[in-house]
């Protein structure tokens, strides 16, 4: 059996998905750790320390870098080279790819009225943005 060393943590079990499989589309074997804990209850991400995304210990260094790159979002000019049909999330305005996303007050609101009542919680969506190129402002 090998060593295996937790190389990024996620409170999604999506999100770590989808660094496995960039892990293992660059020949990296890779294991999630916790994750159908999470999906059973999500409440339960932050007190197992998240979603674990594993690689033999040896592989360490390696799979650090890629998945640096991959949460940098260096792998999209490869893949708008392989898809140039998608386009990247960016500003409607002005097409800047820096954005900021925020969570609406309103969903913050019921996030605290659906603890407080039913004791559960649920991921948040952030449907508010703001480009830092030009200011423009959207919801989705």
């Known amino acids: 059996m090998p060593t295996l060393v937790t190389i990024e943590v996620f409170t999604n ?66 893949l708008q080279q392989e898809f140039p049909d998608t386009e990247p999330e960016g500003c409607p305005h002005c097409g800047a790819k820096a954005i900021q996303h925020s969570i609406p007050p309103a969903m913050l609101l019921l996030l605290i009225l659906t603890l407080g009542v039913v004791g559960v919680i649920f991921p948040l969506r952030k449907a508010r943005h703001r480009c830092h190129g030009c200011g423009h402002r959207w919801h989705l």
Not at 30 to 55: C, D, P, T
Not at 60 to 73: C, D, K, S, V, Y
């Open 13 to 78: 079990p999506v999100e770590a998905h989808l660094a496995k499989g960039r892990l293992e589309a660059e020949g990296i074997p890779a294991w999630i750790a916790h994750e159908h804990h999470i999906w059973a209850n999500w409440s339960l991400s932050q007190a197992l320390g998240g979603v674990k995304v594993q690689v033999q210990a040896e592989q360490e260094a390696q799979g650090r870098t890629i998945l640096q790159q991959h949460l940098a979002g260096e792998y999209e000019v490869s």
